[in-house]
C-alpha cells in the first residue's frame, strides 16, 4: 500500500539555486534533476511501514524492523542472549543503499545525521562500533549490520541493519548523504518512526 | 534440551519468514551492472568444505571461469539472486565455468533445511566460510558480493549487491572471459 508520496528535500546545490531566485526555468530544472522523492509504504500483512527516497544519484530505503525478528536473527546465530536483546532494545531498520548514478559514488554512514521529535541529534550507531564491543565480549560475529562506508560503482548496492540510540515508536528525521564526482549531496527523510515492540 | 532445540529451530522459521517477506517487501528487478576491474588481482587461495564435507580449493579451478559469490541465508538479496547463478551455470554447464557460493558464518545444520526453501536447488558447489576469513580476504564489506576470476585466476569483474547473473550481457561477458577454443 502506498501511503503518501512527496517531495522532500532537496540535495545541496538545488536547495541553494531554490533560496537564490533564480530563473524559473533554470529552478525547475535544477530542481527536477536533484529532488529527491520519499514513498511511505505499510506491509498491508504486517504493518509495517518503510520509507524509500529516490534519488537520480542515490537512492535509500528504511525499512521497520521488530525487535522480536532482531532478537531472533542474532540468537539463531550464536550471539549471547543478553547482547541480542540489547541490539533488539534499539531502534533498527533494514536499509538498503544504490547507486543510481551512472557514475563511481560513495558514502559513509558516520556522516549521516538524525534529529529526534525533541530536538536531540544523534548519528547512527557505527558497524564499527558495535564489532568493537562484541570483539570485546569475545563474539566474533561480523555480518547483518550496514557497513560504514563504501565506495560504489555504477549498479552497486547494500543492505543490512542500521541502528539508532532511540525508542520504539519514536519518530525522528534522517538526512543521508553521499558524494559523487567531488561534491557531496544531502537529503532528509521526515517523520521516520522506528517500529513499535509488539 | 529439547526445548532449547525446539526454542531455536522456532526462532530459525521465525527469521526465515521475516527474512522472506522482507525481501517480498523490497523485491525489485536486479541489475546486471558488472564492474570491470582496471587492474585484475589474484585473491588468496582458499580450501574450503562444501555441503557434502567434499573440499574444494580455488587454485584447482585454474583454467576455469569461476564466479565467486558471497552470501547468507539472512540476506535477501542473496537468496533472490541464486536462482540466476543457477540458470547461468546450467546454461554454461558444459563450458569451463563454476559458480562457489561461499556462505557466511552458518553451518551445514542451518543451510541445509534452508535450501529446500528456494525457488530452485543449486546445484553448484555450496561452500562454508564459517570464520569469514575468506570473505575479509576478497575484501568483502556487505552480503551479497561477487566476484568473477579469468582462466589465469585473477579477478576481473566485481558487483556489491545482487545481481541477475543470467542476463545475456552477464552471459556475454563470462563467455568472452571462457578460453577462445571453448567459446561456443
Redesign the interface.
Known sequence: MLHNTKMIHLSSSCGFACRSGAGLALLVFSCAITAATVEK?I?P??G?A?WKATHPDFSL?L?QV?P??I???Y???GLPKAEAERIASWCVF?T?V?NTSDTPLSWNLADWQYRSADGEPGRPKLKSEWLAEWRQAGI?????L??DE?T?????????FTTYDLQHDETFDLTWSWTREGKTSTGTIEGVRCAPDR | MHRIADTSKLSYLLCLCLCLSAGALTAQPLGHTLTRLDKPFTPENFVLKDLDGETHELADYRGKVVLVNFWGTWCPPCIEEMPSMERLYQTLGDQPFTVLAVNQWETEEHVFPFMGQLEVYPSFPILFDPTSRIAEAFGVKGLPSSFILDPEGRVVYVAQGGRNFDHPEVVKLITDLLPATTTP
Not at chain 1, 140 to 144: A, D, L, Q
Open positions: 509504504h506491509d500483512e504486517t509495517l518503510s530505503e525499512i521488530l522480536d525478528y532478537r531472533a536473527t540468537a539463531t546465530r533494514g538498503i544504490r566474533p560475529f561480523k555480518w547483518t550496514l557497513t563504501q560504489f560503482q555504477v549498479g552497486d548496492w547494500s543492505q543490512g
